[in-house]
T-cell receptor, first 115, second 115 residues
Framework: EPEVTQTPSHQVTQMGQEVILRCVPI?????FYWYRQILGQKVEFLVS????????KSEIFDDQFSVERPDGSNFTLKIRSTKLEDSAMYFC?????????????FGPGTRLTVT | AQSVSQHNHHVILSEAASLELGCNYS??????LFWYVQYPGQHLQLLLK??????LVKGIKGFEAEFIKSKFSFNLRKPSVQWSDTAEYFC?????????????FGSGTRLQVQP
């Protein structure tokens, strides 16, 4: 069964550094998402992406964040200058379409630790 | 904006006990409803979903959920839990008619099943 994959599984970085989290969505999916979960808190939506542009973003997704689909398979989340409060589990998800069948398939997550 | 409440943060049950996890959402319009499960060390997996039609939906692994529109609820049930059901369970909502595809998650319920 096709799966969403994410790399790395765990990333440790120092405050102020840039990080890029990578995701490979399911191949025939058209919509891509990033969510995050700070330890002990709920899963929060960050951004959705369709047709090579951001279709929706939350208030969390400020200028420090950016997303890109650099080629036909990868979908990346970049944090320009990490802060301690960016430490969280970051989940990538993808869905086939945008209609009522908005079933999102999640990847295993990348645990980001900012020190 | 929609929100999701999961009332039980941590539930401990013995094997064969019945399970009901509460989920309430706040949104006046039409919604898609989901339950996701996260087994220890694994990614979010879809248990079941409600889009329309029969308000009693059956999912994988013997789980079911009932959508009660008048109560804005979508409670998850299982008649007899197993040790392997130990996991974190998340209720999620997608509000239709808003143009948003983002899922809004509840804070999760950690289920611990004792053998």
């Amino acid at each position: 069964e096709p799966e969403v994959t994410q790399t790395p599984s765990h990333q440790v970085t120092q405050m102020g550094q840039e990080v890029i989290l990578r995701c490979v969505p399911i191949s025939n999916h058209l919509y891509f998402y990033w969510y995050r979960q700070i330890l002990g808190q709920k899963v929060e939506f960050l951004v959705s992406f369709y047709n090579n542009e951001i279709s929706e973003k939350s208030e969390i997704f400020d200028d420090q964040f950016s997303v890109e689909r650099p080629d036909g398979s990868n979908f990346t989340l970049k944090i320009r200058s990490t802060k301690l409060e960016d430490s969280a589990m970051y989940f990538c998800a993808s869905s086939v379409g945008a209609g009522v069948s908005n079933e999102q398939y999640f990847g295993p997550g990348t645990r980001l630790t900012v020190t | 904006a929609q929100s999701v409440s999961q009332h039980n943060h941590h539930v401990i049950l013995s094997e064969a006990a019945s399970l009901e996890l509460g989920c309430n959402y706040s949104y006046g319009g039409t919604v898609n409803l989901f339950w996701y499960v996260q087994y220890p060390g694994q990614h979010l997996q879809l248990l079941l979903k409600y889009f329309s039609g029969d308000p009693l939906v059956k999912g994988i692994k013997g789980f079911e959920a009932e959508f009660i529109k008048s109560k804005f609820s979508f409670n998850l049930r299982k008649p007899s839990v197993q040790w392997s059901d130990t996991a974190e369970y998340f209720c999620a909502v997608n509000a239709l008619g808003t143009g948003r595809r983002a899922l809004t998650f509840g804070s999760g319920t950690r289920l611990q099943v004792q053998p």
